[in-house]
């Protein structure tokens, strides 16, 4: 039950620094006292009880007593403002309204006219603290389409408006229909004092989304949280189960490398944007290359190669590790290298030239981690003909990309994991493994691609 009076974490603070100030001046007074009558400390405790406590500290001859007066009354507001919380959460509720037997009876005339007949609809209200809300179901003998569905929700919303009206009765309401082929069932939550409403609107946000089945509706940008660490994704059990949004974060400190794998159109270069918009808003320092140059990263940093000049990118960025390695210099703010499309420029390669890579690209990954230097590279596969299996191994978070994946993916990516290869994932889902979790399935917001586009313009010609 959400009380009206709350006590905020600050007023907690304030309490123990309040208590701690009085404990405090406590004793400084009474040796303050004691040394100045030449008495012991007790003598003074016992003088401080019969001025303040007894007296009331009416008394103005002691000059300790102000300070504790001051002390003690500080105290007194908070720990006041904490026995009024507390007497506020135990009082009882107030009373729900009882719906007269008239309003089951019209909603359930309403369900009738679409109801199956050989099943009778289910009316009835629930009455819990927060919220209470009226909930109707029944099955159908076809499915149910959007359009009937609004229809339905439409009419029961109407009559429990009138039903209001005739009661005279003003509650804020919200209608959450569910539809499963020829099954429906509507929740109508509804407040009736104030001091619910917060809790209200939060548990009809987290019905809405329990009930968007991401087979239906995916995780939109507009549901994600503003958050100020990196986030890889959002964990889909959650977000299936119970509408919560649980964020997977990447430490780059403990986990400084990753890998975006995925097959052609899984998404791996709107993924890149997103990880490139969060490592811009943390000024961060980003040297992207771009290979097949399809201009999807283009224009978003200053540090941008795309074809052949991604070899003298790459070396730059080696070449700048090694004067800071050399320097012992860390970084106060991290540098980045994105490499799109890696296995295409490796197999571009002669063996001689992709073993100078592969030395270079070596020294960087087991080495840089404490210099402040982090690689994502993407591509739609890492094999040891790309890269070989000791630099791979290095990279702790490993991002694949795609509705299923392949034996030879989940082996190489996920090898100590047991992934279902028969599952289908729903759009906008993949795998990811961490160095908390070795195989967990992850769910990515649906993007607004041309205003992600522009705000990493924005960013980019910021940071520049």
Known sequence: ???????????????????????????????????????????????????????????????FLPTVKTAASVTWSYTKRLALAF????????PKHVFAPGLYQEIFEIAQDYAYAGFQPVIKAIYTPLPSYLYVSFYTKSAISEELAAEITWHIE???????????????????????????????????????????????????????????RPLLESDVPPSTDLV?????????????????????????????????GAGKSVYLKSLIEQLLLSGAEITICDFKGYGDLRGFVKNYAEGKDCDAALMAFCDAFERDREAGRRRETRKVLVFDELNSFMLSKSKRE?????????????????????????????????VPSSIRDQFNVKVYLGSSISVQAATMLFPNSEIDKSVRLPPYCGYISTPKTDCDVLITPKLDIPALNRRLKTLGNANS
């Open 1 to 63: 039950m959400i009380k009206s009076y709350t006590v905020t974490a600050t007023d907690l603070y304030w309490l123990i620094i309040s208590v701690t100030f009085l404990i405090a001046s406590v004793l400084c007074s009474c040796c303050w006292y004691a040394k100045r009558q030449h008495t012991s400390f007790k003598t003074a405790l016992l003088v401080l009880w019969n001025d303040g406590i007894v007296d009331g500290f009416k008394c103005g001859g002691r000059s």
């Open 87 to 94: 007497l506020e959460y135990i009082k009882p509720p107030p």
């Open 158 to 216: 109407a009559k429990f408006q009138e039903y209001q009206d005739i009661y005279g009765l003003c509650f804020d309401s919200t209608a959450i229909p569910y539809v499963l082929n020829n099954y429906y069932e509507l929740r109508l939550y509804y407040v009736e004092h104030p001091a619910e409403y917060t809790f209200y609107r939060t548990v009809c946000r987290q019905a809405m989304l329990l009930r968007a089945a991401p087979e239906f």
């Open 232 to 264: 890889l994704g959002y964990r889909y059990e959650s977000w299936r189960d119970s509408g919560q949004i649980v964020p997977i974060v990447w430490d780059m400190g403990t986990a400084p490398f990753a890998l975006i794998s995925g097959p052609t």
């Open 354 to 386: 992709a073993d100078e890579v592969i030395r270079r690209i070596s020294s960087l990954v087991f080495l840089s981690r404490a210099y402040g230097y982090n690689i994502i590279w993407s591509g739609q596969r890492f094999g040891v003909d790309v």
